[in-house]
């Protein structure tokens, strides 16, 4: 995920390079002593009143939103413009709770929704949903959006727990029921990302992968299609008969700025609202966080960076290698010097914003001595070289990482030095995305990378595709594991956590799991990311969910200090503002 | 004529497979693809993966794609693009104007502002106007445009606040002033190295031709040296010029591709761009083969706009 943001035409890089040679002339420049403005009069004044008198917030992204089908394949940068159109049975809170979006109800043991084996489910689904054609809202929906993710031509995203649904049963227009295969339990989250396509509008057309719906979508969501300029941006529109909370503004523009700083610079000059993907980047954060008139804060994401290792390897095989390793990681170093501070320190794979999230691992601490001693103590010692050799072994291995990402190029550099200093050799040997994340990846050719990965899947602790045993694909498994780890409690357990549907029962689960991993050390965590949000201060309303892949999944919510629809303060937020007309 | 337009149809058609086989072939030699990106989506498994490789046909020998590819298009059918599902020539077609916009605009303000410049440099020859020309033009060509955008956003947007730091329009205005405003800059920018081209090949022509027997007999008929410069001298002058307005006419449809980015333009040049790194091959391919076929058309409307121009040259 950080990856495939990582690799844009023009980077920070080239820019920076090419603005030191013009350095001189904008010194030059800032001593005629103008002074810094931050909105032009071309700028609009701040978010967002249009030149029309319409309510807007116009969100820049630097990757184009293009896949409008909810259900088909798309990456993290359309989630904004779904969220906004479409609803899900189910949503994830930022909290990591799941809460009733057209369902009435979360399905759980207690109130029947899913039966004590976790086989038969039950959803009872809201009266009052219409379509932003008009059409009522039914279960009929439901059932033609999950039978149509399992059909064999349709081009759909994820298809993992969809497959296991069998027997669809329409009950009456607001109750349907479905057997699962075998018990699934995080599947409950994987429906927060499924969206509810019209029945109505895709039954009869000819090719679901194309067509009229794909470029001009009809949801049951806050926001309605307006339009969309190819390459330059997209405008949604306010649906004022939304069943839910808001919408509070007349318009939601999604604005395609590819380049980073280009998007940033908008930002500063207000031809942007809210900073969205890929967020503002860490070595703006200093200066970002001081600018007049917005708000700029770093936000959890779900994404992990860490020193992964390949335990096929031989070096890395004895734990006390991985400890020592460990021991020898300037973690907070990295995080300040190179990444801005930015970042937060963890020590698991879980997101800290996780219902799952155990706070009560071990500290890791950076000794460079302890390093040694342990290395010592297993038997490995240090050759002519200086590297240490065990058992005809040398403690020497390759890292790899995407090449271009200067940062993670410095960070690198850095722990070459520190791990030279307890004897053990890396090379640096950085490959281009493409190759890089394909077979090197997938099948386990690398010694160690540096990765940033999400773990779990929409905001469930299931963590069985990147750390079960089964999921080694080097050894005939399917999955993303390609640490090759493998220890029995942990894939025991991860067979229970999948199983087991009690929020409770699951936490000591998977809190069990984030000890044994961060005993184990098949990856080394350095930081989670947080991603650096920034908003004009006239936008209320907001909240990150760090459980969603988007900064604009609950635009709904979204209202302008001084606009026309604001929630009425004394009701709260949660009440509808007067209709208009 | 007729055998001329035969031989040239003839290398064109041949001129469009060798194109298309070369494009096709290093389009799928760069490694990953399409799918590449939900590599590292937690959510989606090495099945789903496969599972759409299939279904968009990826998994195929890539001989067979290209055929199937090639046979589509001689029938018209320009394929849709992976990115968001809409016919290719549509995405072209979404694109195309932006483009035509600013690669017209920057255009004109080129060859306007550089024959005016190349003709002066060339009558005023070591002036010091020729000089600073000289120098300018050298400057123009050796700074990257996007060093020019990057500086004049930040003059111009940032420190002035005079003109908007990209874009076409602003969304909800889209007046044609607005669209003007947000012209300026990046048809500027752009122009600059354009000027730079024209006015030092237009200042070579211009001496070629200002020395020439013709020239010296209009001066002893007497005739006034504007009429001179503006009768004789350019219309000659400007002969060489039209290849090179042929050449570069399909930069007009085609776009910059780094200009576009700075100012975040929505024209060709960026599709182009973000097709490749998505791996939209229909979309690509659809762009080299159009932009293949605006070449060899404006080279042919060149070669037939010289033999109309200059009795002298015949077309066989």
Redesign the interface.
């Known amino acids: ?4 943001t990582h ?4 980077g920070r890089r080239e ?1 920076l390079a ?2 030191g ?2 350095a001189g ?2 010194v030059a ?1 800032n001593l005629l002593g ?1 002074p ?2 931050d ?6 004044a701040g978010a967002g009143t ?3 008198g ?1 309510d ?1 917030v ?1 969100v820049g992204l630097s990757q ?1 939103p ?4 909810p259900l ?2 798309h ?1 993290e940068v359309d989630d904004g413009v779904l969220f906004s159109m479409f609803d899900a049975l189910v949503r994830m809170d930022p909290d990591g709770i799941l809460q009733p979006n057209l369902a009435v109800e979360v399905p759980s043991l207690e109130n029947g929704g899913i039966s004590a084996d976790g086989l038969n489910w039950r959803v009872r689904l809201r009266d009052d949903v219409r379509w932003h054609d008009g059409k009522p809202f039914t279960a009929e929906d439901v059932k033609f959006t999950l039978e149509l993710i399992v059909d ?2 349709f ?6 727990g969809h497959t296991l649904v069998r027997d669809i049963k329409v009950v009456s227009p607001t109750e349907l029921t479905w057997r699962m295969e075998e018990p699934f339990a995080p599947y409950l989250s ?1 429906l927060t ?1 499924t969206f509810i396509v019209p029945k109505h509008l895709l039954e009869g057309a000819a090719d679901r ?2 067509g009229p719906f ?2 001009s979508p009809v949801g049951t969501g806050a926001f309605k299609w307006g339009n969309r ?5 997209l ?1 949604l529109v306010a649906n004022r008969e939304y069943f839910g909370e808001g919408p509070y503004i007349d ?1 939601l ?1 999604f ?5 980073v ?2 998007l940033y ?2 930002f ?2 207000g ?1 942007v609202d809210l900073v969205g993907q890929v967020y503002i980047s860490p070595d703006n954060y200093d200066e970002a966080k001081k600018l007049p008139g917005k708000v700029v804060e770093p936000v959890l994401g779900s994404s992990v960076e860490s020193f992964y290792l390949n335990l096929g390897r031989p070096q890395f095989q004895e734990l006390a290698v991985r400890q020592a390793l460990y021991y020898a990681l300037d973690r907070e170093a990295i995080i300040n010097a190179i990444y801005h501070g930015v970042h937060a320190l963890t020590e698991t794979f879980m997101p800290q914003q996780s219902y799952f999230y155990n706070p009560d691992l071990p500290k890791q601490t950076f000794d460079l001595a302890e390093a040694r001693r342990i290395l010592d103590a297993a038997g490995w010692r240090p050759g002519d070289d200086g590297i240490r050799v065990k058992n005809g072994v040398r403690l020497a291995f390759e890292n790899s990482t995407t090449s271009g990402d200067h940062l993670r190029e410095m960070v690198q550099q850095y722990l070459q030095q520190t791990f030279r200093e307890i004897g053990a050799e890396m090379t640096i040997a950085n490959l ?4 890089m ?2 077979d090197f ?2 099948q386990s050719k690398f010694d160690s990378v540096i990765v940033g ?6 905001a469930d602790p299931d963590v069985t ?2 750390l079960h045993g089964k999921s080694i ?1 080097a050894q005939g498994g ?3 594991n390609n640490a090759q780890y493998s220890n029995a409690e942990v894939n025991a357990l991860l067979d229970k956590g999948a199983r087991t549907f009690d929020p409770e029962e699951r936490k000591a689960i998977y809190f069990r799991v984030q000890e044994i991993v961060r005993q184990d050390l098949p990856l080394l965590p350095m930081f989670q990311y947080r991603n650096v949000f920034g908003r004009s201060a006239a936008i209320k309303g907001f909240e990150a969910n760090s459980n969603t892949r988007t900064e604009s999944w609950h635009a709904a919510a979204w209202y302008l200090a001084d606009g026309r629809h604001r929630p009425d303060a004394e009701d709260g937020p949660q009440v509808s503002p007067k209709k208009e007309g | 004529m007729l055998r001329f337009l035969l031989n040239r149809a003839t290398q064109i058609v041949a001129l469009l497979v060798i194109v298309s086989l070369i494009g096709f072939f290093v389009l799928n030699l ?4 399409p799918l ?13 993966i496969e ?2 490789k299939e ?2 046909g990826l998994n195929r020998p890539l001989w067979v794609q290209y055929l199937d590819w090639a046979w589509r298009l001689v029938r018209g059918d320009w394929g ?2 992976f ?4 016919a290719v020539l549509d ?1 072209i077609g ?2 195309l104007m ?1 483009t035509l916009l600013l690669m017209g605009s920057s255009t004109v303000i080129a060859i306007a502002v550089g024959t005016w410049v190349g003709i002066r440099g060339a009558t005023h020859r070591y002036s010091t106007f020729d000089n600073v020309a000289t120098i300018g033009a050298m400057v123009a060509l050796s ?2 445009t ?2 020019f955008g ?2 004049g ?3 111009f ?12 329009y ?4 889209q007046s044609l002033l607005d669209y003007l ?1 947000h012209l300026i800059m990046p048809s500027i920018v752009l122009a600059l190295v354009h000027i730079a081209v024209w006015s030092r090949y237009m200042r070579t022509a211009t001496l070629d031709v200002i020395n020439q027997d013709f020239v010296k007999t209009a001066r002893a008929k007497g005739l006034s040296e504007r009429r001179i410069l503006m009768k004789h001298v350019v219309g000659n002058a400007l002969l060489p010029m039209i290849t090179l307005a042929g050449m570069q006419l399909p930069a007009i449809l085609t776009g910059a ?2 200009t576009e ?4 333009w ?2 060709m040049g ?2 182009f ?2 097709s490749i ?1 998505y791996g939209d091959y229909p979309v690509v391919m659809g762009l080299l083969m159009f932009s293949a076929v605006l070449v060899i058309f404006a080279n042919l409307l060149a070669d037939i706009a010289i033999a109309i121009v200059d009795p002298r040259i015949r077309l066989s």
Not at chain 2, 30 to 33: A, E, K, L, Q, R
């Open positions: 995920m950080n990856e495939t690799r844009r035409g023009i820019v090419a603005l040679i013009g002339g904008l420049w103008r810094d403005r909105a032009g009069p071309s700028a609009p249009s030149r029309d319409l807007q116009i184009e293009t896949v409008f089908n088909m394949v990456g064999p031509a081009r759909a995203w994820r298809t993992a994987f990302e992968n194309a794909n470029q300029v190819p390459g330059d941006h405008q318009r523009i604005k395609y700025i590819p380049d700083t280009v610079t908008q500063k000059s031809s281009p995305p493409a190759v994340w394909g990846w997938n990965s999400t773990y779990v899947i929409g595709n990147r694909n399917s999955g993303s | 760069i490694p990953g693809g590449a990106q939900y590599a590292l989506d937690p959510g989606m498994t090495q099945a789903d599972r759409l279904q968009l849709t693009s990115r968001d599902g809409a995405v979404g694109h932006a700074i990257p996007f060093w990057l500086v956003i930040y003059i947007s940032l420190k002035l606040g005079w003109l908007p730091a990209g874009n076409m602003t969304v909800g205005d405003h591709l780094v980015t700075v100012f975040t929505p024209g960026r599709l761009l973000d790194s």
